[in-house]
Protein backbone atom coordinates (compact mmCIF):
# COMPACT_ATOMS: atom_id res chain seq x y z
CA UNK A 1 0.00 0.00 0.00
CA UNK A 2 1.23 3.46 -1.48
CA UNK A 3 0.95 6.96 -0.39
CA UNK A 4 -0.80 7.66 -2.78
CA UNK A 5 -3.59 5.01 -2.06
CA UNK A 6 -3.93 6.22 1.16
CA UNK A 7 -4.66 9.64 0.19
CA UNK A 8 -7.99 9.53 0.40
CA UNK A 9 -8.11 8.31 3.91
CA UNK A 10 -5.98 11.46 4.98
CA UNK A 11 -8.87 13.02 6.76
CA UNK A 12 -9.33 10.18 9.24
CA UNK A 13 -5.15 9.75 8.88
CA UNK A 14 -4.73 13.06 10.06
CA UNK A 15 -7.80 13.89 12.93
CA UNK A 16 -6.54 10.84 14.92
CA UNK A 17 -2.63 12.19 14.70
CA UNK A 18 -4.14 15.79 15.62
CA UNK A 19 -5.63 14.05 18.65
CA UNK A 20 -2.21 13.23 19.53
CA UNK A 21 -0.90 15.83 19.80
CA UNK A 22 -3.76 17.91 20.90
CA UNK A 23 -3.42 15.30 23.91
CA UNK A 24 -0.04 15.84 24.04
CA UNK A 25 0.17 19.78 24.10
CA UNK A 26 -2.55 20.27 26.72
CA UNK A 27 -0.02 17.62 28.92
CA UNK A 28 2.86 19.72 28.84
CA UNK A 29 1.87 23.39 28.33
CA UNK A 30 -1.89 23.25 29.28
CA UNK A 31 -1.59 24.62 32.78
CA UNK A 32 0.13 27.33 31.92
CA UNK A 33 -2.08 28.17 28.76
CA UNK A 34 -5.39 27.58 29.07
CA UNK A 35 -6.18 29.21 25.61
CA UNK A 36 -3.62 26.74 23.63
CA UNK A 37 -6.39 24.00 23.40
CA UNK A 38 -8.63 25.74 21.46
CA UNK A 39 -6.89 27.84 19.71
CA UNK A 40 -4.78 24.83 18.88
CA UNK A 41 -8.20 23.31 17.57
CA UNK A 42 -9.09 25.73 15.46
CA UNK A 43 -6.10 25.71 13.43
CA UNK A 44 -6.31 22.11 13.47
CA UNK A 45 -9.56 22.27 11.83
CA UNK A 46 -8.52 24.62 9.36
CA UNK A 47 -5.66 22.57 8.69
CA UNK A 48 -7.90 19.64 7.93
CA UNK A 49 -10.13 21.25 5.69
CA UNK A 50 -7.10 22.31 3.26
CA UNK A 51 -5.63 19.12 2.98
CA UNK A 52 -9.04 17.21 2.90
CA UNK A 53 -9.95 19.43 -0.39
CA UNK A 54 -6.23 19.36 -1.84
CA UNK A 55 -5.33 15.76 -1.62
CA UNK A 56 -8.62 13.67 -0.47
CA UNK A 57 -10.91 15.45 -2.53
CA UNK A 58 -11.67 12.04 -4.63
CA UNK A 59 -14.61 12.30 -7.74
CA UNK A 60 -15.13 8.44 -7.94
CA UNK A 61 -15.44 5.97 -5.43
CA UNK A 62 -12.57 4.23 -3.95
CA UNK A 63 -12.25 1.18 -1.61
CA UNK A 64 -9.96 0.93 0.96
CA UNK A 65 -8.67 -1.30 3.93
CA UNK A 66 -10.53 -4.62 2.72
CA UNK A 67 -13.19 -2.55 1.11
CA UNK A 68 -14.27 -1.62 4.43
CA UNK A 69 -13.51 1.90 3.70
CA UNK A 70 -15.45 3.77 0.91
CA UNK A 71 -14.32 7.70 -0.46
CA UNK A 72 -16.80 9.15 -2.80
CA UNK A 73 -18.12 12.76 -3.28
CA UNK A 74 -20.31 12.53 -0.46
CA UNK A 75 -17.90 11.54 2.20
CA UNK A 76 -15.44 14.33 1.08
CA UNK A 77 -18.64 16.74 1.37
CA UNK A 78 -19.74 15.56 4.78
CA UNK A 79 -15.86 15.77 5.78
CA UNK A 80 -15.64 19.48 4.97
CA UNK A 81 -19.01 20.61 6.33
CA UNK A 82 -17.73 18.56 9.15
CA UNK A 83 -14.88 20.31 9.91
CA UNK A 84 -16.69 24.02 9.30
CA UNK A 85 -19.78 22.90 11.30
CA UNK A 86 -17.25 22.04 13.95
CA UNK A 87 -15.18 25.32 13.87
CA UNK A 88 -18.15 26.99 14.19
CA UNK A 89 -19.47 25.30 17.32
CA UNK A 90 -16.44 25.70 19.23
CA UNK A 91 -15.81 29.38 18.22
CA UNK A 92 -19.48 30.28 19.10
CA UNK A 93 -19.10 27.95 22.97
CA UNK A 94 -15.48 29.19 23.61
CA UNK A 95 -16.43 32.11 25.72
CA UNK A 96 -19.12 30.34 27.59
CA UNK A 97 -16.79 27.12 28.35
CA UNK A 98 -14.25 29.91 29.79
CA UNK A 99 -16.45 31.64 32.03
CA UNK A 100 -17.61 28.02 33.67
CA UNK A 101 -14.23 26.83 33.95
CA UNK A 102 -14.89 24.13 30.86
CA UNK A 103 -12.24 25.29 28.66
CA UNK A 104 -9.70 22.52 29.31
CA UNK A 105 -7.84 20.44 27.12
CA UNK A 106 -9.76 17.09 27.32
CA UNK A 107 -13.31 18.89 26.01
CA UNK A 108 -11.74 19.39 22.61
CA UNK A 109 -9.90 16.13 22.44
CA UNK A 110 -13.24 14.84 22.97
CA UNK A 111 -14.81 17.03 20.11
CA UNK A 112 -11.87 16.29 17.67
CA UNK A 113 -12.75 12.19 18.35
CA UNK A 114 -16.45 12.91 17.68
CA UNK A 115 -15.42 14.75 14.50
CA UNK A 116 -13.23 11.61 13.92
CA UNK A 117 -16.34 9.26 15.07
CA UNK A 118 -18.28 11.72 12.08
CA UNK A 119 -15.94 10.52 9.07
CA UNK A 120 -15.73 7.37 9.76
CA UNK A 121 -19.04 6.85 9.45
CA UNK A 122 -19.32 8.77 6.40
CA UNK A 123 -16.87 6.65 5.15
CA UNK A 124 -18.23 3.17 6.25
CA UNK A 125 -18.36 0.29 3.71
CA UNK A 126 -18.87 -2.30 5.98
CA UNK A 127 -20.91 -3.59 9.20
CA UNK A 128 -17.49 -2.97 11.34
CA UNK A 129 -17.01 0.13 10.09
CA UNK A 130 -20.70 1.45 10.96
CA UNK A 131 -20.24 -0.04 14.66
CA UNK A 132 -16.61 1.86 15.15
CA UNK A 133 -17.89 4.85 13.82
CA UNK A 134 -21.18 4.79 15.70
CA UNK A 135 -19.11 4.07 19.37
CA UNK A 136 -16.15 6.46 18.36
CA UNK A 137 -19.30 9.00 18.12
CA UNK A 138 -21.31 8.10 21.16
CA UNK A 139 -18.73 7.65 23.92
CA UNK A 140 -17.41 10.76 22.94
CA UNK A 141 -20.55 12.29 23.22
CA UNK A 142 -21.24 10.43 26.60
CA UNK A 143 -18.20 12.32 28.32
CA UNK A 144 -18.93 15.97 27.12
CA UNK A 145 -22.47 15.70 28.04
CA UNK A 146 -20.85 15.10 31.84
CA UNK A 147 -17.99 17.27 31.68
CA UNK A 148 -19.58 20.04 33.76
CA UNK A 149 -18.22 18.01 37.01
CA UNK A 150 -20.24 20.70 39.10
CA UNK A 151 -23.40 19.73 37.70
CA UNK A 152 -26.12 17.07 38.94
CA UNK A 153 -28.45 17.37 36.32
CA UNK A 154 -25.33 16.71 33.74
CA UNK A 155 -24.41 13.69 35.38
CA UNK A 156 -27.74 12.60 35.49
CA UNK A 157 -29.12 13.28 31.77
CA UNK A 158 -25.18 11.62 30.84
CA UNK A 159 -26.10 8.23 32.64
CA UNK A 160 -29.48 8.47 30.78
CA UNK A 161 -28.05 8.75 27.58
CA UNK A 162 -24.63 6.27 27.97
CA UNK A 163 -27.50 3.61 29.35
CA UNK A 164 -29.91 4.08 26.34
CA UNK A 165 -27.16 4.24 24.11
CA UNK A 166 -25.44 1.05 25.22
CA UNK A 167 -28.80 -0.28 24.67
CA UNK A 168 -29.15 1.05 21.07
CA UNK A 169 -25.91 -0.33 20.44
CA UNK A 170 -26.74 -3.45 21.19
CA UNK A 171 -29.97 -3.54 19.05
CA UNK A 172 -27.53 -2.68 16.31
CA UNK A 173 -24.76 -5.61 16.76
CA UNK A 174 -27.59 -8.13 17.18
CA UNK A 175 -29.21 -6.98 14.01
CA UNK A 176 -25.49 -6.95 12.59
CA UNK A 177 -25.16 -10.36 13.64
CA UNK A 178 -28.44 -11.99 12.45
CA UNK A 179 -27.68 -9.75 8.59
CA UNK A 180 -24.40 -11.26 8.71
CA UNK A 181 -25.19 -15.06 9.55
CA UNK A 182 -27.82 -14.64 6.84
CA UNK A 183 -25.83 -13.62 4.05
CA UNK A 184 -22.10 -14.14 5.43
CA UNK A 185 -20.30 -11.17 4.61
CA UNK A 186 -19.82 -7.53 6.61
CA UNK A 187 -19.53 -5.22 3.44
CA UNK A 188 -22.25 -3.05 2.55
CA UNK A 189 -21.73 -3.54 -1.31
CA UNK A 190 -21.90 -7.34 -0.56
CA UNK A 191 -24.91 -7.09 0.91
CA UNK A 192 -26.53 -4.79 -1.83
CA UNK A 193 -25.88 -7.36 -4.12
CA UNK A 194 -26.65 -10.74 -2.11
CA UNK A 195 -30.10 -9.18 0.05
CA UNK A 196 -32.19 -9.68 -3.19
CA UNK A 197 -35.31 -10.51 -3.31
CA UNK A 198 -38.41 -10.83 -0.61
CA UNK A 199 -36.39 -10.29 2.17
CA UNK A 200 -36.91 -13.70 5.15
CA UNK A 201 -38.15 -13.69 8.09
CA UNK A 202 -34.64 -13.51 9.86
CA UNK A 203 -33.75 -10.82 7.42
CA UNK A 204 -36.68 -8.97 8.13
CA UNK A 205 -35.76 -9.50 12.27
CA UNK A 206 -32.53 -7.90 11.53
CA UNK A 207 -33.53 -5.07 9.45
CA UNK A 208 -36.14 -3.79 12.87
CA UNK A 209 -33.20 -4.05 15.18
CA UNK A 210 -31.55 -2.13 12.74
CA UNK A 211 -34.39 0.24 12.23
CA UNK A 212 -34.49 0.76 15.80
CA UNK A 213 -30.66 1.91 16.41
CA UNK A 214 -30.83 4.36 13.56
CA UNK A 215 -34.13 5.77 14.66
CA UNK A 216 -32.58 6.14 18.31
CA UNK A 217 -29.22 7.50 17.52
CA UNK A 218 -31.47 10.47 15.75
CA UNK A 219 -34.07 10.79 18.28
CA UNK A 220 -37.34 9.63 16.54
CA UNK A 221 -40.57 8.99 18.75
CA UNK A 222 -40.59 5.92 19.85
CA UNK A 223 -37.04 6.39 20.68
CA UNK A 224 -36.49 10.21 21.61
CA UNK A 225 -36.90 9.73 25.88
CA UNK A 226 -33.35 10.67 26.18
CA UNK A 227 -33.39 13.58 23.98
CA UNK A 228 -35.11 16.95 25.52
CA UNK A 229 -33.37 15.49 28.93
CA UNK A 230 -30.09 15.60 27.43
CA UNK A 231 -30.47 18.68 25.51
CA UNK A 232 -31.86 20.24 28.78
CA UNK A 233 -29.00 18.45 31.16
CA UNK A 234 -25.69 19.26 29.22
CA UNK A 235 -24.17 22.85 29.61
CA UNK A 236 -25.73 24.52 26.31
CA UNK A 237 -22.19 24.87 24.59
CA UNK A 238 -22.44 21.13 24.85
CA UNK A 239 -25.89 21.00 23.83
CA UNK A 240 -25.23 22.97 21.14
CA UNK A 241 -22.23 20.32 19.98
CA UNK A 242 -24.70 17.54 20.33
CA UNK A 243 -27.34 18.95 18.51
CA UNK A 244 -25.44 20.08 15.23
CA UNK A 245 -22.58 17.91 14.08
CA UNK A 246 -24.31 14.18 15.08
CA UNK A 247 -26.70 14.99 12.60
CA UNK A 248 -23.86 14.89 9.75
CA UNK A 249 -23.19 11.07 11.09
CA UNK A 250 -26.39 10.12 11.41
CA UNK A 251 -27.30 11.12 8.09
CA UNK A 252 -24.43 8.71 6.86
CA UNK A 253 -25.58 6.16 9.20
CA UNK A 254 -28.74 6.00 7.18
CA UNK A 255 -27.30 6.25 4.17
CA UNK A 256 -24.83 3.63 4.18
CA UNK A 257 -26.55 1.36 6.18
CA UNK A 258 -30.23 1.20 5.11
CA UNK A 259 -30.42 3.24 1.36
CA UNK A 260 -26.71 1.46 0.08
CA UNK A 261 -26.27 -1.81 2.09
CA UNK A 262 -30.26 -2.92 2.45
CA UNK A 263 -31.61 -1.19 -0.49
CA UNK A 264 -32.50 -4.16 -2.00
CA UNK A 265 -34.67 -4.35 0.68
CA UNK A 266 -35.97 -1.01 1.04
CA UNK A 267 -39.84 -1.60 0.97
CA UNK A 268 -38.89 -3.50 4.69
CA UNK A 269 -37.41 -0.97 6.40
CA UNK A 270 -39.20 1.97 4.20
CA UNK A 271 -42.34 0.69 5.70
CA UNK A 272 -40.79 0.21 9.20
CA UNK A 273 -39.42 4.00 8.81
CA UNK A 274 -42.48 5.64 7.44
CA UNK A 275 -44.56 5.44 11.05
CA UNK A 276 -41.69 6.56 12.82
CA UNK A 277 -41.52 9.78 10.55
CA UNK A 278 -45.15 10.55 11.27
CA UNK A 279 -44.63 10.00 15.07
CA UNK A 280 -41.54 12.09 14.98
CA UNK A 281 -42.87 14.68 13.35
CA UNK A 282 -46.44 15.03 14.89
CA UNK A 283 -45.41 14.56 18.46
CA UNK A 284 -42.37 16.74 18.32
CA UNK A 285 -44.26 19.40 16.76
CA UNK A 286 -47.30 19.35 19.10
CA UNK A 287 -45.39 18.65 22.17
CA UNK A 288 -42.67 21.60 21.46
CA UNK A 289 -45.72 24.44 22.01
CA UNK A 290 -46.20 23.71 25.49
CA UNK A 291 -42.83 23.83 26.34
CA UNK A 292 -40.99 26.92 28.35
CA UNK A 293 -37.73 26.22 27.81
CA UNK A 294 -36.38 27.54 25.11
CA UNK A 295 -33.31 24.00 25.42
CA UNK A 296 -36.48 21.84 25.56
CA UNK A 297 -38.21 23.51 22.87
CA UNK A 298 -35.32 23.08 20.64
CA UNK A 299 -35.72 19.47 21.63
CA UNK A 300 -38.58 18.86 20.64
CA UNK A 301 -38.34 20.81 17.39
CA UNK A 302 -34.93 18.83 16.78
CA UNK A 303 -37.25 15.41 16.97
CA UNK A 304 -39.75 17.05 14.53
CA UNK A 305 -37.18 17.58 11.95
CA UNK A 306 -36.13 14.35 12.10
CA UNK A 307 -39.29 12.93 11.31
CA UNK A 308 -38.51 15.15 7.88
CA UNK A 309 -35.22 14.08 7.63
CA UNK A 310 -36.53 10.28 7.33
CA UNK A 311 -39.17 11.18 5.40
CA UNK A 312 -36.69 11.44 2.77
CA UNK A 313 -35.17 8.01 3.27
CA UNK A 314 -39.16 6.74 3.21
CA UNK A 315 -39.24 7.58 -0.30
CA UNK A 316 -36.46 5.26 -1.04
CA UNK A 317 -35.46 7.28 -4.52
CA UNK A 318 -32.58 9.33 -5.40
CA UNK A 319 -34.47 12.47 -4.82
CA UNK A 320 -35.29 11.34 -1.62
CA UNK A 321 -32.04 10.78 -0.26
CA UNK A 322 -30.83 14.19 -1.98
CA UNK A 323 -33.30 16.28 -0.01
CA UNK A 324 -32.49 14.01 3.22
CA UNK A 325 -29.06 15.32 2.75
CA UNK A 326 -30.27 19.05 2.02
CA UNK A 327 -32.56 19.10 4.56
CA UNK A 328 -29.75 17.54 7.16
CA UNK A 329 -27.24 20.61 6.31
CA UNK A 330 -29.78 22.93 6.54
CA UNK A 331 -30.66 21.81 9.41
CA UNK A 332 -27.50 21.76 11.01
CA UNK A 333 -27.14 25.61 9.90
CA UNK A 334 -29.88 26.57 11.42
CA UNK A 335 -29.79 24.81 14.81
CA UNK A 336 -25.59 26.19 15.10
CA UNK A 337 -26.98 29.74 14.60
CA UNK A 338 -30.32 29.21 17.31
CA UNK A 339 -27.95 27.77 20.21
CA UNK A 340 -25.13 30.18 18.72
CA UNK A 341 -27.53 33.16 20.19
CA UNK A 342 -28.73 30.97 23.93
CA UNK A 343 -24.92 30.68 24.52
CA UNK A 344 -24.21 34.44 23.67
CA UNK A 345 -26.97 35.13 25.81
CA UNK A 346 -25.68 33.05 28.69
CA UNK A 347 -23.65 34.84 31.37
CA UNK A 348 -21.65 33.46 34.34
CA UNK A 349 -23.52 31.95 36.87
CA UNK A 350 -26.71 32.82 34.07
CA UNK A 351 -28.45 30.53 32.04
CA UNK A 352 -30.46 32.07 29.26
CA UNK A 353 -32.91 29.37 28.92
CA UNK A 354 -36.31 29.92 29.60
CA UNK A 355 -38.99 32.00 27.32
CA UNK A 356 -40.03 34.21 29.47
CA UNK A 357 -35.97 35.39 29.53
CA UNK A 358 -36.25 36.60 25.96
CA UNK A 359 -38.55 39.29 26.27
CA UNK A 360 -37.85 42.47 24.52
CA UNK A 361 -34.18 40.74 23.78
CA UNK A 362 -34.63 43.31 20.42
CA UNK A 363 -33.74 46.30 22.96
CA UNK A 364 -30.95 44.59 24.99
CA UNK A 365 -29.08 43.02 22.32
CA UNK A 366 -31.07 43.78 18.65
CA UNK A 367 -28.14 41.54 17.35
CA UNK A 368 -28.79 38.57 18.56
CA UNK A 369 -32.80 39.19 18.21
CA UNK A 370 -32.16 40.01 14.21
CA UNK A 371 -30.77 36.58 13.70
CA UNK A 372 -32.87 34.43 16.45
CA UNK A 373 -35.73 36.21 14.01
CA UNK A 374 -33.85 34.99 10.84
CA UNK A 375 -33.16 31.41 12.76
CA UNK A 376 -37.12 30.83 13.59
CA UNK A 377 -38.14 32.55 10.28
CA UNK A 378 -36.20 29.83 8.62
CA UNK A 379 -36.65 26.94 10.45
CA UNK A 380 -40.48 27.57 10.86
CA UNK A 381 -40.73 27.05 6.92
CA UNK A 382 -41.69 30.60 6.34
CA UNK A 383 -40.04 31.80 2.71
CA UNK A 384 -37.84 33.08 1.75
CA UNK A 385 -35.64 31.13 4.02
CA UNK A 386 -33.67 28.34 3.58
CA UNK A 387 -35.90 25.95 5.40
CA UNK A 388 -38.97 26.39 3.24
CA UNK A 389 -36.68 24.85 0.35
CA UNK A 390 -35.58 22.37 2.75
CA UNK A 391 -39.05 20.99 3.26
CA UNK A 392 -40.38 21.73 -0.45
CA UNK A 393 -37.62 19.64 -1.28
CA UNK A 394 -38.66 16.73 0.73
CA UNK A 395 -42.62 17.37 -0.22
CA UNK A 396 -41.42 16.91 -3.88
CA UNK A 397 -39.40 14.03 -3.15
CA UNK A 398 -42.68 12.50 -1.60
CA UNK A 399 -44.98 13.34 -4.64
CA UNK A 400 -42.67 12.02 -6.99
CA UNK A 401 -42.99 8.93 -5.31
CA UNK A 402 -46.44 8.59 -4.65
CA UNK A 403 -46.39 9.25 -1.17
CA UNK A 404 -49.02 12.47 -1.07
CA UNK A 405 -50.67 11.15 2.49
CA UNK A 406 -47.36 11.90 3.88
CA UNK A 407 -47.21 15.87 2.20
CA UNK A 408 -50.72 16.24 3.56
CA UNK A 409 -49.34 15.40 7.43
CA UNK A 410 -46.21 17.22 6.86
CA UNK A 411 -47.69 20.23 5.83
CA UNK A 412 -50.13 20.19 8.44
CA UNK A 413 -47.41 19.70 11.29
CA UNK A 414 -45.67 22.48 9.73
CA UNK A 415 -48.19 25.09 10.23
CA UNK A 416 -48.66 23.76 14.32
CA UNK A 417 -44.32 24.53 14.20
CA UNK A 418 -45.13 28.21 12.79
CA UNK A 419 -46.58 29.18 16.17
CA UNK A 420 -44.45 28.28 18.81
CA UNK A 421 -41.03 29.28 16.50
CA UNK A 422 -43.14 32.66 16.26
CA UNK A 423 -44.05 33.06 19.40
CA UNK A 424 -40.09 33.69 20.23
CA UNK A 425 -40.16 36.50 17.65
CA UNK A 426 -43.09 37.93 19.15
CA UNK A 427 -41.35 37.76 22.79
CA UNK A 428 -38.15 38.87 21.66
CA UNK A 429 -39.59 42.05 19.61
CA UNK A 430 -43.30 42.84 21.76
CA UNK A 431 -43.09 41.94 25.42
CA UNK A 432 -41.36 44.24 27.83
CA UNK A 433 -37.57 42.90 28.77
CA UNK A 434 -37.27 40.12 30.75
CA UNK A 435 -34.47 38.69 33.08
CA UNK A 436 -31.48 38.40 30.47
CA UNK A 437 -28.77 40.58 31.49
CA UNK A 438 -28.48 43.45 29.51
CA UNK A 439 -25.16 44.41 27.28
CA UNK A 440 -23.55 42.26 24.17
CA UNK A 441 -21.52 39.52 24.75
CA UNK A 442 -18.82 37.69 22.82
CA UNK A 443 -15.95 39.33 20.76
CA UNK A 444 -16.46 41.13 17.78
CA UNK A 445 -15.51 37.55 15.87
CA UNK A 446 -17.57 35.98 17.26
CA UNK A 447 -20.46 38.04 16.98
CA UNK A 448 -19.69 38.86 13.07
CA UNK A 449 -19.90 34.73 12.68
CA UNK A 450 -23.03 34.71 14.17
CA UNK A 451 -24.70 37.43 11.66
CA UNK A 452 -23.41 35.73 8.80
CA UNK A 453 -25.08 32.72 10.38
CA UNK A 454 -28.33 34.48 10.11
CA UNK A 455 -27.30 35.81 6.88
CA UNK A 456 -26.70 32.69 5.31
CA UNK A 457 -30.15 31.14 5.86
CA UNK A 458 -31.71 34.06 3.93
CA UNK A 459 -28.86 34.25 1.28
CA UNK A 460 -29.01 30.35 0.78
CA UNK A 461 -33.02 30.74 0.84
CA UNK A 462 -32.62 33.31 -2.23
CA UNK A 463 -30.12 31.40 -4.16
CA UNK A 464 -31.20 27.80 -2.99
CA UNK A 465 -29.73 25.99 -6.40
CA UNK A 466 -26.27 25.75 -5.22
CA UNK A 467 -26.70 24.26 -2.27
CA UNK A 468 -28.99 21.65 -4.02
CA UNK A 469 -27.00 21.04 -6.80
CA UNK A 470 -24.06 20.29 -4.68
CA UNK A 471 -26.42 17.50 -2.75
CA UNK A 472 -27.66 16.45 -6.02
CA UNK A 473 -23.94 16.01 -7.35
CA UNK A 474 -22.39 14.48 -4.44
CA UNK A 475 -24.92 11.80 -4.88
CA UNK A 476 -25.18 11.57 -8.28
Known sequence: MTWASLQPALPEIYLAAAVCVLLLADVFFGDRHRKLAPTLTLIILAIGALLTARYANVTERVLLFA??????????????????????????????????????????????????????????????????????????????????RESGIAAESAMKYFVLGAIASGMMLYGMSIIYGLNGTLRLDDLADKAMGAPSLGMILGLVFLVVAVAFKFGAVPFHMWLPDVYTGAPTGVTLFLST????????????????????????????????????????????????NLKRMLAYSAIGNVGFILLGFVTGTEAGYEAALYYTVVYVIMTLGSFGVLVLA?????????????????????????????????????????????????????????????ILIGA????????????????????????????????????????????AVLALGIAPNALIQICARVLG
Open 67 to 148: DSYVADPLAVFLKLFGFASMAVALLYSREYLERRGMMRGEYYVLALTTLLGVFVLASANSLLTVYIGVELLSLSLYAMVAFD
Open 245 to 292: LPHVAYFSLAFRLLAHGMGSVGEAWQSMLAPLAVLSMVFGNVVAIAQT
Open 346 to 406: SRAGFEAEDLDQFKGLYKRDPLLAYVMMALMFSTAGVPPFVGFWAKFAIFQALWLSGHMWL
Open 412 to 455: AVSVIGVFYYLRIVKLMFFDAPGDLPSGASGGVAVRAVLALNGF
